[in-house]
């Protein structure tokens, strides 16, 4: 575990294992904020006694969760009696989603899990003035998806919806999701906190999945990737979009259509076959 410390109360703590993994830490006047809190009760008592051993003693806590997804809230139950934040819908996806996801990607539990559901939930936006912590909807990356913007310390932390070498997109509000990274180059902060990639003081990777995600409809745009991996991500993108009920069969077979033309090339690679035979299973 890595510890970037930003500001005057604020801490970037890195995880690597499985995959890299932020949580972004405030230090508050009235509480500790933690946004989000990975794969489990281990991990946020390794973030703790980080606190304990630099001398600080924590004894209430916020948690935000940018979303539903496993890996953003697994680590919630270390934390007794504490606050959660987080969109609506986000609370509603986890009493859908949450189980299933734990017998689903069970093996990456670091410690027993419960899950703890956000009992603070926002439509548009919740400002905290006396923080200077605002938590605002920003759909995107999934449907329930928000960010956090720390105006004392200039960080604006983002979730998965910013991430190399694009984005993973599991709704087709395509428009929604352009909308809310395009808030983000609206906003005067000096550190971008993604989920899964370094932090970073520039806007670059805002604007490459932006370009992205612009002329994500356009067939001619699949054959337009240098790297195997980012093909077969958005190959799983045009899967993931088609499967949605919002699409009509004629538009989600077309869509599954181009899935499939760019995984076939690449037919040796494991991961690409794993999403071809679910393109079987949806096309059949």
Same mark, same amino acid.
């Given at each position: 575990?890595?510890?970037?410390?930003?500001?005057?109360? /604020?801490?970037?703590?890195?995880? =690597?294992?499985?995959?890299?993994?932020?949580?972004?830490?405030?230090?508050?006047? +009235?509480?500790?904020?933690?946004?989000?809190?990975?794969?489990?009760?281990?991990?946020?008592?390794?973030?703790?006694?980080?606190?304990?051993?630099?001398? !600080?003693?924590? %004894?209430?806590?916020?948690?935000?969760?940018? @979303?539903? =997804?496993?890996? @953003?809230?697994?680590?919630?139950?270390?934390?007794?009696?504490?606050?959660?934040?987080? @969109?609506?819908?986000c609370r509603d996806l986890l009493l859908e989603h949450g189980?299933?996801?734990?017998?689903?990607?069970?093996?990456? *539990?670091?410690?027993?899990?419960?899950?703890?559901?956000?009992?603070?939930?926002? %439509?548009?936006?919740?400002?905290? =003035?006396?923080?200077?912590?605002i938590f605002w909807h920003t759909p995107g990356h999934t &449907?329930?998806?928000?960010?956090?913007?720390?105006?004392?310390? &200039?960080?604006?932390?983002?979730?998965?919806?910013?991430?190399?070498?694009?984005?993973?997109?599991?709704?087709?509000?395509?428009?929604?999701?352009?909308? /809310?990274?395009?808030? !983000?180059?609206? *906003?005067?902060?000096?550190?971008?906190?993604? /989920? =899964?990639?370094?932090? *970073?003081?520039?806007?670059?990777?805002? %604007?490459?999945?932006?370009? !992205?995600? /612009?002329?994500?409809?356009?067939?001619?745009?699949?054959?337009?990737?240098?790297?195997?991996?980012? &093909?077969?991500?958005?190959?799983?993108?045009?899967?993931?979009?088609?499967?949605?009920?919002? *699409?009509?069969?004629?538009?989600?077979?077309?869509?599954?259509?181009?899935?499939?033309?760019?995984?076939?090339?690449?037919?040796?690679?494991?991961?690409?076959? +794993?999403?071809?035979?679910?393109?079987?299973?949806?096309?059949s």
């Amino acid at each position: 575990m890595d510890v970037l410390e930003v500001g005057q109360r /604020s801490f970037v703590f890195s995880f =690597h294992e499985p995959f890299l993994t932020n949580v972004y830490v405030i230090l508050g006047q +009235k509480a500790a904020y933690l946004c989000d809190t990975f794969l489990g009760p281990d991990a946020i008592t390794q973030i703790l006694s980080w606190f304990s051993e630099n001398g !600080y003693d924590l %004894r209430r806590f916020f948690v935000f969760y940018s @979303h539903y =997804h496993y890996d @953003h809230v697994w680590g919630t139950c270390t934390l007794d009696s504490s606050t959660v934040i987080a @969109h609506e819908k986000c609370r509603d996806l986890l009493l859908e989603h949450g189980e299933s996801e734990i017998q689903e990607y069970g093996e990456s *539990m670091i410690g027993d899990v419960t899950l703890v559901l956000p009992n603070i939930t926002l %439509r548009l936006r919740i400002e905290l =003035h006396h923080e200077n912590l605002i938590f605002w909807h920003t759909p995107g990356h999934t &449907s329930d998806c928000a960010s956090l913007y720390d105006s004392e310390d &200039s960080v604006l932390f983002v979730g998965d919806n910013v991430e190399s070498p694009i984005p993973y997109v599991n709704t087709p509000d395509i428009d929604g999701y352009l909308k /809310s990274l395009e808030s !983000y180059l609206e *906003m005067d902060w000096d550190l971008l906190v993604p /989920s =899964h990639d370094p932090p *970073m003081n520039d806007a670059n990777l805002i %604007r490459e999945n932006i370009d !992205y995600l /612009s002329r994500f409809w356009s067939e001619e745009f699949d054959s337009s990737f240098d790297e195997e991996a980012t &093909s077969i991500r958005h190959a799983r993108n045009l899967a993931t979009v088609a499967k949605c009920e919002e *699409m009509g069969k004629s538009i989600s077979l077309e869509y599954l259509r181009r899935a499939r033309e760019i995984v076939e090339r690449f037919v040796d690679n494991p991961t690409a076959i +794993k999403l071809l035979k679910e393109l079987d299973e949806l096309s059949s």
